[in-house]
């Protein structure tokens, strides 16, 4: 005995991996997207640490020649 509903389950089921199919797609590309912005703020990040090393070495070196002169 053939299932009646078998026809409308298999366009179900065709419009379901339709739409997973569109899902993955928008997945990877938000994937790449993220990598993208992490390799962006990786390359920040460094700079940022660069920075904050250069000042902390400025402040000591001002400190130990006893150059620093306070705030304004």
Do not use: C
Not at 36 to 61: C, G, I, K, P
């Amino acid at each position: 005995m053939n299932n009646p509903y078998e026809e409308e389950q298999e366009v179900i089921i065709a419009r379901i991996l339709g739409t997973v199919g569109k899902l993955n797609e928008s997945m990877q590309l938000l994937n790449d997207q993220v990598a993208q912005v992490n390799a962006f703020n990786l390359s920040t990040s460094e700079v940022a640490e660069l920075w904050a090393s250069y000042m902390r070495n400025v402040q000591w070196n001002l400190q130990s020649q006893k150059t620093l002169h306070p705030p304004v």
